[in-house]
Nanobody, 128 residues
Framework: QVQLVESGGGLVQAGGSLRLSCAASGRTFSMYAMGWFRQAPGKEREFVAAISWKGASTYYADSVKGRFTISKDNAKNTVLLQMNSLKPEDTAIYYC?????????????????????WGQGTQVTVSS
């Protein structure tokens, strides 16, 4: 069992940066692949980024590729999302999710259907 708690959200001007953190509790955190999703008001949840359980592979939505970086620190039981060059359209609640062995490809990570645990989210607001 894994519990996820996101933090690091806030208000930032367009072009600025934020770093989101997802802290996990659980003995098997290192074996989980991790993903970030976001949901803006009135819109469907969308995939942002994911990282394999060993951290060797990363995946990004086209909308954030080149601007966001996902990383994982198994020793600290955390996954990070460094968000640079933020745009107003990045405004959303960002959710951290954990997948225990269900996904090995982009399409699986991006679908959001196979994650075992989800955090409560952290708000990111980008002003213009």
């Amino acid at each position: 069992q894994v519990q996820l708690v996101e933090s690091g959200g806030g208000l930032v001007q367009a072009g600025g940066s934020l770093r989101l953190s997802c802290a996990a509790s659980g003995r098997t955190f290192s074996m989980y692949a991790m993903g970030w999703f976001r949901q803006a008001p009135g819109k469907e949840r969308e995939f942002v980024a994911a990282i394999s359980w060993k951290g060797a592979s990363t995946y990004y939505a086209d909308s954030v590729k080149g601007r966001f970086t996902i990383s994982k620190d198994n020793a600290k039981n955390t996954v990070l999302l460094q968000m640079n060059s933020l745009k107003p359209e990045d405004t959303a609640i960002y959710y951290c999710a954990a997948d225990f062995g269900s996904c090995t490809a982009y399409s699986c990570y991006a679908s959001g259907r196979y994650y075992d645990y989800w955090g409560q989210g952290t708000q990111v607001t980008v002003s213009s």
